[in-house]
């Protein structure tokens, strides 16, 4: 996050870029954060920098109300297009990568002590999103056919067996006995898997492991949720 | 289709108690009755007395100026958005983009009436756009998806997805 240098042309290239679709820095209403990246300008854009001129114009309209407006000042590396790096730190290799926002402009070699306190604290705040990432685990409902040895097998030993695998990530739904053929039962069984932890031929390896009842499991039906 | 927008505008001005609409004529223009007062015909007529019944004279302009853009536009609605043909559409997006280049709003750097009114007459417009047009009339974006979202003006219609693509640059800078 952030938008480099803002006093730089190139930082001010990617506030304008940043907000040719969006009327404010975070949200649709004036806020803080708009008041922020206003802070950090030394002072009007270039009139080729129409929609930061835009914003900018509208921005100082509202400086009697700056202190009202909503939302919490935080540092400027918090604001701006996902993926732009802190330019106010020191070049890297990451320059051929994005080329669509210039991102080390002409200032790469300073490293004044504000940048690196930007830095810090968009480390740190990035590691704290990091940590609470659960909230976009990709899973999956995977369907599965156990198919028992015969018709003699006791089917409800075992849906007992296959539920007794246990996987960090895994979590046994519904099940149902689906017939096959001469009085064969196959187990149809439902789960919920979390795709980075399980994985399908993990599970049908630790169902046939139960070779007694089980003589095999295919993967009847998978969707991504 | 002008009913159910000057309904969305009671709920958006906070006006508790709806009023009753009738069409005249077979451009279906809005008439608003009402018992002491001479009928009142036309949208923006109507929305403009709707703004002042709601104790909101800050949609209407605050200067002289702001007022008269605001009019402006209410009158823009009416006479060349409603009903425009498809060869219109290409020059009123155009105008509309160099216009809102350096505006966030229609008028002055407040929400006012012109902006409620200008967003339900373009909306079946921009649902219409392919994501090169949307791309091409940036600044109408932009101010569309800010309206959609702006608190009590959607209401009755659906939202319009607005996804910036950088394949499709504006030509602009």
């Not at chain 2, 000057?6 to 709920?11: A, D, G, Q, T, W």
């Not at chain 2, 160099?98 to 407040?110: I, M, Q, R």
């Amino acid at each position: 996050m952030g938008f480099g240098d803002l006093k730089s042309p190139a930082g001010l290239k990617v506030l304008n870029d940043f907000l040719a679709d969006k009327s404010y820095i975070e949200g649709y209403v004036p806020s803080q954060a708009d008041i922020a990246v206003f802070d950090a300008l030394s002072g009007a854009p270039s009139a080729d920098l129409c929609h930061a001129l835009r914003w900018y114009n509208h921005i100082k309209s509202y400086q009697k109300e700056k202190g009202s407006l909503p939302g919490v000042k935080k540092a400027l590396g918090q604001y701006g297009p996902a993926g732009v790096e802190d330019t106010t730190s020191a070049g890297g290799d990451a320059a051929d990568d994005d080329d669509d926002i210039d991102l080390f402009g002409s200032d790469e070699e300073e490293e004044s002590e504000e940048a690196i306190r930007i830095k810090e604290e968009r480390l740190a705040a990035y590691n704290a999103k990091k940590s609470k990432k659960p909230a976009l685990i990709a899973k999956s409902s995977i369907l599965l056919d156990v198919k028992p040895w015969d018709d003699e097998t006791d089917m409800a030993k075992m849906e007992e067996c296959v539920r007794t695998v246990e996987l960090d990530g895994l979590v046994w739904g519904q099940s149902k006995l689906v017939p096959v053929g001469y009085g064969i039962k196959k187990l149809q069984i439902a789960c919920v898997v979390e795709d980075d932890k399980v994985g399908t031929d993990q599970l049908e390896e630790l169902i046939t492991a139960f070779e007694d009842y089980v003589q095999s499991v295919d993967v009847a039906a998978f969707n991504k949720i | 289709m002008a009913l159910r927008e000057l309904s969305s505008l009671e709920k958006f001005l906070g006006l508790k108690k709806p009023n009753k609409y009738s069409t005249q004529g077979d451009r279906k223009v809005p008439v608003l009755q009402s018992n002491s007062a001479p009928s009142l015909v036309g949208l923006g007529t109507i929305a403009t007395h709707l703004a002042q019944e709601a104790k909101r004279p800050d949609l209407l302009g605050a200067s002289a100026e702001e007022r008269a853009v605001i009019q402006q536009w209410l009158e823009y609605r009416v006479a060349r958005l409603d009903g425009c043909a498809k060869e219109d559409i290409k020059t009123i997006l155009k105008d509309l983009n160099a216009y809102l280049e350096d505006k966030v709003y229609l008028a002055g750097n407040h929400i006012s009436l012109a902006d409620p009114l200008m967003y339900y007459g373009l909306h079946h417009i921009i649902t219409d756009l392919a994501v090169q047009e949307k791309e091409k009339y940036l600044n109408v974006t932009r101010w569309f998806d800010h309206m959609q979202h702006y608190p009590g003006v959607r209401h009755h219609l659906p939202p319009v997805v607005v996804l910036r693509n950088r394949v499709y640059t504006s030509g602009h800078h």
